[in-house]
């Protein structure tokens, strides 16, 4: 577990954009039963959460068709949702960061750790567009 003066900026880069933070297995199971699109950011303390995930999910959502809800839940201290959100990703292995996005409850399109660290939050972004424009 993180202290959380530690995480709070990290956070705050996503709940500043609109994302809505999840803490329970409850809070994870409500949002994806809404209908629509759901992304879902497993943040983390990262240097590829911070240099990449965060930026390229920020930069995504300034394309013309974006989620209808942003979501996310924060590895390594939001160990209940964490492990929920992940629940619903399978057949992928826990990572993080990752994102998720989800359709009407069901899993459409995935980044996972490896499709994110090494990569520049432009090229994130494009692929989460490229999803958006699909699903959105």
Known sequence: MYPAELIKP???DLTNIGFTELYTENDVS????????TLVVVNSVCGCAAAN???????ALQNAKTPDNLVTVFAGVDREAVDAARA???PFPPSSPSMALFKNGELVHMLERHHIEGRQADMIAENLK???DEYC
Do not use: I
């Open 10 to 12: 990290m956070r705050e």
């Open 30 to 37: 409500e949002a994806l039963k809404k209908e629509g699109t």
């Open 53 to 59: 995930a965060r930026p390229g999910a920020r930069m």
């Open 88 to 90: 619903q990703m399978v």
């Open 130 to 132: 490229g999803a958006f």
